[in-house]
């Protein structure tokens, strides 16, 4: 099982190369996963593509953890979308359903 981050650069540019990026031809692992990957994150405006130049970007937590030190969660809305959730997250796991949580955590590791 891996810990994964999707993070979406706000710029819609520049991505992740490491472990688990898009551009994972050298990373089988990624590979075995990505059916698995995709149908999970293909939910409305939030719909990952994989293997695509758009901003959006998967990354093992551990890389992510070890990399930055502020996070700001958004979502954007869809009509489509009857009902959202939002928690604020403050040093904490959540196990709400992926894409529908929004907050934020500034210097809390």
């Given at each position: 099982?891996?810990?994964?981050?999707?993070?979406?650069?706000?710029?819609?540019?520049?991505?992740?190369?490491?472990?688990?990026?898009?551009?994972?031809?050298?990373?089988?692992?990624?590979?075995?996963?990505?059916?698995?990957?995709?149908?999970?994150?293909?939910?409305?405006?939030?719909?990952?593509?994989?293997?695509?130049?758009?901003?959006?970007?998967?990354?093992?937590?551990?890389?992510?953890?070890?990399?930055?030190?502020?996070?700001?969660?958004?979502?954007?809305?869809?009509?489509?979308?009857e009902q959202w959730h939002s928690r604020l997250m403050n040093n904490e796991t959540t196990d709400m359903r992926p894409c529908l949580w929004t907050?934020?955590?500034?210097?809390?590791?």
């Amino acid at each position: 099982v891996q810990r994964l981050a999707r993070l979406r650069n706000p710029w819609g540019y520049g991505e992740w190369i490491g472990p688990w990026s898009d551009d994972t031809d050298s990373y089988p692992e990624r590979d075995a996963y990505d059916e698995e990957i995709g149908a999970r994150f293909r939910v409305g405006a939030e719909a990952a593509e994989i293997n695509r130049s758009d901003g959006t970007f998967f990354m093992k937590f551990e890389d992510w953890f070890a990399r930055f030190t502020h996070v700001f969660v958004g979502v954007d809305f869809s009509s489509k979308q009857e009902q959202w959730h939002s928690r604020l997250m403050n040093n904490e796991t959540t196990d709400m359903r992926p894409c529908l949580w929004t907050g934020g955590m500034g210097g809390h590791r």
